[in-house]
């Protein structure tokens, strides 16, 4: 049934479908009460038993259900509960009369008794259910209509103090959060239909939500949402909707001249909604511009979806506008979820080993541990378009250890043999920072294949969360691994870390380098880092070298390991191991 029908269209359809009153009254909340249908009809068939007597009006008793559902009391101690539930059946009763004649029972209403079969009779074949009861039904949703919009409006009212109603539960907020996103989506419906403007739907949310309610707790976290749907309740004017969807996920439909006139509105939001008790907001917005009016309302809202989460992985702006090619974004997304778990239980992830350099000897010293995903289908799978995927999902933890073993196996392997020691780094997602299971994964490894721990390096990224980093980095030093700092030069705080933690050796970052290349003061800055790293006793490589030219500047300014195209490309570790052979011999 559509939800954007009225109670009363919804309750008449059920009438007409052959249901008794009392279903048909019912049935028309179902939804809203959480209720599908069949349930809702299963529960209200017994209804009628008044009815049938003569006795109360089939309405009035699905009524009574209703209300029961919307403001019911579930503790027989809470009084107060108890009286505004009382209340509430009260008012119902004496609206009914007042709209009905003073009716309240089937007979006064129909003015005949269907409990007795010749009247029942007649009831049918003058079509009185068709006649009579709509009126009956009408009286019923309108009282019912306006009641709980009521109760909505004191909610709004006491807004902040919401938790501290006697008479909040779980199944009113429920309620109320159905019933407020019906009615947003019905008002959404008929403003598409109505205007000749385009319509924007702008969806938010906060820039780490999860973090504020760790650090400040949940209720303050409640209370910033508040805050922000009072906020934009003011912002918006009478043609402009919003709802609050889930959590910290808000959207606003709003018709619009201009991209320019979406972009001031957002931009007034940023501002209005900057700061909560000083604590500082920040949002991720995305907008997605309906073109086909004739589109499902959800492709709409999930279109606005895409943008937001589109956003959130740009690190330049908070606004993204939805692109057709979000959709195959999402799609690989479903697909690397999908075939995760069997790509670890089938063996399809690989390492891969790039060559280090020393640029003055010629020889390998080292190499780095990179996976690889090969699909039976879709074939090779790089890093980059599912390490991020499933650093969100955690399943990153499962990748790296099987990355991790294999690494161990080749050491030991290398130390085995002829060729003796050869570092291999591997990559430490962020993800495993949270915990320290990842430590005695690491210790377990290295004991179960024994190997030297030197030749197992870790290479960790620096992360927005600086005191993390350093804590762990601390705790891995002291168990005596070595640690390079991955992507030097590509974050923010860089140079803070090099206070903090005790890293072993830097990797600057390819983009960091290309960046200082092209001018003489980049040239300036890149000389004085790796001055700098001589001086503090760290070891220095540059990443992504794939150029002659970088490798001059390199040696000239004394940074002598490197990794990159130039020299090598990663390859599988059986290959490397034949290089490796090589490399041992011509020393
Ligand atoms: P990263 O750790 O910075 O790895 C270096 C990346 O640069 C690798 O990309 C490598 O193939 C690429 N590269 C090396 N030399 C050059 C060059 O001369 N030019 C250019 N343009 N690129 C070069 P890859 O293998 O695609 O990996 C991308 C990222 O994925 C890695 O960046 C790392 O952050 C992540 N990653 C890869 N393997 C793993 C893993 O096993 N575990 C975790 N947690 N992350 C991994
Ligand atoms: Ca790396
Ligand atoms: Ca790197």
Redesign the pocket.
């Known amino acids: 049934m559509g939800i954007s029908m009225t109670h009363e269209e919804r309750a008449n359809t059920l009438l007409r479908q052959g249901y008794h009153c009392s279903q048909a009254m019912f049935g028309a909340y179902a939804e809203e009460l959480g209720l599908d249908l069949k349930t809702a009809m299963k529960i209200s068939t017994c209804f009628g038993m008044g009815m049938r007597q003569g006795d109360m009006c089939g309405c009035v008793t699905a009524s009574m259900l209703i209300l029961g559902m919307a403001f019911g009391f579930y503790d027989p101690q809470d009084q107060e509960q108890e009286i505004f539930g009382n209340k509430k059946t009260d008012e119902f009763i004496r609206k009914f009369k007042e709209k009905m004649d003073g009716a309240l029972q089937c007979r006064e209403i129909l003015g005949l008794d269907i409990s007795n079969p010749e009247e029942l009779a007649r009831f049918r074949q003058e079509g009185m259910k068709f006649r009579i009861c709509p009126r009956a039904l009408h009286s019923s949703v309108e009282i019912l209509d306006h009641m709980m919009g009521e109760y909505q409006d004191l909610l709004a009212d006491v807004g902040g103090e919401l938790s501290e109603l006697p008479i909040e539960d779980e199944l009113q907020s429920a309620f109320r959060r159905v019933n407020r996103f019906n009615r947003f989506r019905r008002d959404v419906r008929s403003l598409i239909h109505e205007t000749e403007e385009k319509i924007d739907f702008i969806q938010f949310d906060i820039r780490k939500f999860k973090v504020i309610n760790d650090i400040y707790g949940e209720k303050f976290g409640d209370e910033i949402l508040d805050f922000i749907t009072e906020k934009v309740g003011k912002i918006c004017n009478e043609k402009q909707y919003f709802v609050n969807l889930r959590s910290d996920v808000f959207m606003i439909v709003t018709e619009r001249k201009s991209e320019e006139e979406t972009l001031a509105l957002i931009e007034r939001l940023k501002i209005e909604l900057r700061e909560f008790k000083h604590v500082t907001l920040q949002y991720t917005f995305g907008v997605y511009t309906v073109e086909d009016k004739s589109m499902e309302l959800r492709q709409m809202e999930d279109r606005a979806a895409m943008a937001r989460k589109a956003a959130k992985e740009n690190i330049i702006t908070n606004v993204a506008f939805y692109q057709e090619q979000f959709k195959e974004l999402l799609y690989n997304r479903r697909f690397i979820e999908d075939n995760m778990q069997a790509a670890i239980t089938e063996r399809q992830?690989q390492?891969?080993l790039?060559p280090k350099y020393s640029i003055g000897s010629g020889h390998i010293v080292g190499a780095?541990?990179?996976?690889?995903w090969t699909h039976p289908k879709r074939g090779m799978i790089?890093?980059?378009e599912f390490?991020p995927i499933i650093?969100e999902n955690g399943f990153?933890r499962h990748?790296?250890y099987?990355?991790?073993g294999e690494a161990c196996r080749f050491v030991k392997r290398c130390e085995t043999s002829g060729i003796g020691s050869c570092p291999i780094s591997?990559?430490?997602?962020?993800?495993?920072l949270l915990g320290d299971e990842f430590i005695r994964v690491l210790e377990d490894l290295i004991k179960e294949t024994g190997i030297n721990k030197k030749n197992l390096e870790l290479?960790i990224?620096e992360t927005v969360n600086g005191q993390q980093i350093s804590e762990m980095s601390n705790r891995l030093k002291e168990e005596g691994f070595t640690l390079l700092m991955?992507?030097f030069g590509s974050g923010y705080s860089s140079l803070n870390i090099l206070l903090e933690t005790p890293f072993d050796v830097i990797?600057i970052?390819?983009k960091f380098m290309d960046n200082m290349m092209v001018s003489d003061k980049g040239r300036l800055i890149l000389a004085q880092v790796v001055s700098m790293a001589d001086k503090l006793g760290l070891g220095l490589l540059a990443?992504?070298?794939?150029t002659k030219e970088q490798v001059e500047l390199l040696q000239q300014i004394g940074c002598d390991i490197v990794?990159?195209?130039?020299y090598a490309?990663?390859m599988p570790a059986e290959e490397f191991y034949e290089l490796l052979e090589k490399d041992r011999e011509k020393a």
Do not use: C
């Open positions: 992830f390492m891969y790039q780095e541990a990179l996976v690889r790089f890093p980059n390490i650093e990153i990748v790296d099987y990355i991790w591997v990559n430490v997602s962020r993800h495993h290479e990224t991955d992507d990797k970052d390819k990443e992504g070298v794939e990794q990159g195209y130039y490309r990663p």
